[in-house]
């Protein structure tokens, strides 16, 4: 009996092995497992101060921030394995050098960080346990450096993508906040639903309390890349003639040709040209400077060096708010979005909007009519090279093969032929018939023809990053099968020990 019930301990203990190392799931949920904020456990040291606040690097505070300065080094020593560096910025342009070091000081990766994000996350190498940040050149001003551990960030962390080097549309607006209260219903129509890529550029930029407030909503948005900024002063409606002249509408148009150049947007959205929106100078500037800025991209007179740079574009589409032009849109601000798991626009540009926390206690909310100055429906086309719309469609009449999309997906290779054709075999004696140059197709009637030779390169799928996950998946599956053969052995030979015992 006891031999017996030997027996049966032992098939258990092996069935539960094998059921730990191959069940379903169970790699699947220690990998999606939370990572963990190290930050109050870990130690922070700047070479520069021997009273370094180390608390302000995650007091969650975005309104203060602390100067490291050029050459001096910021030092996170961490208690445990870290898995991501967080990094929010108090600059539109830094560049710094990160190391890298182990448990005992081993050096791991050494990366320079050239950037005009605001916030960063940057994936650490396996057993970091050290950080160093060190800027050159100029001064890096840090509002929060944050270390996780291993594992997905919260979702409440915002993880957006560098800045885009093309979309198919742009979203212009004058303040942080303008995005949702005016523009609010496009990107979530469009670009997350969707599919189309598109991103946003802020004429102003008041403070970066603000400028990170607007991060956090295009994240809560469903945004998956970093805003761009023109960095002109946000001036308030009284005030005096002196300070409006800091912001001028030529300024700000050249500063706009400059990036139509660079991102080739195929549609541009902006506020409301004539009365912006409720009587607000700066959003009736930012509007007619994003529409002026639609022809003058496309001459290559204006402006010669981004011409040089980044050739010139032709903007296809203008749709402004509120506008009366060759034709309008309603947008369906109501309809359900299985993209955001059934909410309307209206209710994303609301939930989004609340990150705005220091506009809260504004008037201005996205909405569906002027009474609550914050209509998001409404828009008029005001500029086309493709004719009126029909279809109450932002992108009616735009070709598909100019889309991001299409751009970035990798050409289909030619089926190989079993048998080569004799009529494509050249003879000794005759020549290939040279291939006639098809006639180039008319251009539209408004604004030159862009460059067909502009269109960016195709960005491939990462060979080297699958062939490293696909083998560190293999070596996991290999080390399990390993782990549970040596176990079957073991309690193999414990079953022979038990028989023979009950034999005796």
């Not at 509408?249 to 195929?266: A, F, G």
């Not at 007179?301 to 309008?328: C, L, M, N, R």
């Not at 002027?370 to 109450?392: E, H, K, M, Y």
Request: aromatic letters at 8%; a neutral charge.
């Amino acid at each position: 009996m006891r031999g017996s019930k030997g027996v049966r301990q032992a098939c258990l203990c092996l069935a539960l092995l094998l059921l730990c190392c191959f069940a379903p799931g169970a790699r699947g949920e220690e990998e999606t497992a939370e990572a963990k904020d190290l930050s109050v456990s870990c130690v922070y040291t700047y070479s520069g101060s021997t009273n370094f606040p180390g608390y302000m690097m995650f007091d969650g505070r975005s309104r203060s921030a602390y100067t490291v300065k050029a050459g001096e080094q910021l030092l996170i020593r961490c208690p445990e394995e870290a898995g991501t560096l967080f990094l929010r910025l108090s600059q539109l342009h830094s560049l710094f050098t990160l190391w890298q070091r182990g448990e005992r000081g081993l050096p791991l990766k050494v990366k320079v960080v050239d950037t005009a994000a605001l916030v960063l996350t940057i994936p650490l190498e396996p057993g970091c346990r050290t950080v160093c940040l060190q800027p050159f050149g100029e001064d890096v001003r840090l509002c929060e450096a944050r270390i996780y551990g291993p594992g997905p960030l919260p979702e409440s962390v915002p993880q957006l993508q560098d800045q885009l080097e093309k979309t198919d549309f742009l979203l212009v607006a004058t303040h942080p906040d303008d995005e949702w209260v005016f523009l609010g219903a496009v990107y979530p129509l469009y670009g997350h639903e969707q599919g189309y890529t598109g991103t946003v550029v802020y004429m102003t930029l008041p403070n970066f309390e603000r400028a990170h407030e607007c991060v956090n909503s295009l994240w809560v948005g469903g945004f998956l890349n970093h805003p761009y900024f023109l960095g002109f002063p946000d001036i308030p409606q009284n005030s005096p003639r002196s300070e409006k002249n800091k912001c001028k509408q030529e300024d700000v148009t050249l500063s706009l040709v400059r990036l139509y150049r660079r991102i080739r947007p195929l549609v541009v959205v902006t506020q409301d040209p004539k009365n912006g929106e409720y009587g607000h100078w700066q959003h009736k500037m930012s509007a007619n400077a994003a529409f002026d800025a639609v022809s003058l991209a496309a001459d290559p007179d204006f402006d010669p060096e981004s011409a040089a740079a980044y050739g010139v574009w032709t903007v296809q589409k203008v749709y402004q708010h509120f506008a009366q032009g060759i034709s309008t849109i309603d947008l369906p601000i109501h309809q359900s979005l299985g993209s955001y798991g059934g909410r309307s626009a209206l209710e994303v540009a609301r939930k989004a909007f609340q990150e705005h926390k220091t506009q809260l206690k504004t008037p201005f909310r996205p909405g569906a009519s002027r009474a609550v100055r914050g209509d998001i429906r409404q828009f008029g086309l005001t500029w086309s090279t493709l004719g009126p719309d029909t279809q109450n469609d932002m992108f009616e009449h735009i070709d598909p093969k100019d889309l991001v999309s299409a751009l970035t997906s990798p050409a289909p290779e030619p089926e190989p032929s079993l048998e080569p054709s004799p009529e494509a075999t050249p003879t000794p004696d005759s020549t290939p018939a040279p291939t006639a140059t098809p006639e180039p197709t008319p251009g539209p009637t408004k604004g030159p023809v862009p460059d067909p030779t502009l269109s960016p390169e195709p960005s491939l799928w990462d060979k080297a990053a699958g062939a490293t996950a696909w083998a560190a998946d293999r070596a996991a599956l290999l080390a399990g099968t390993v782990v549970a053969l040596l176990a079957a052995s073991i309690l193999l030979r414990q079953l022979r020990r038990a028989r023979r015992r009950h034999r005796q």
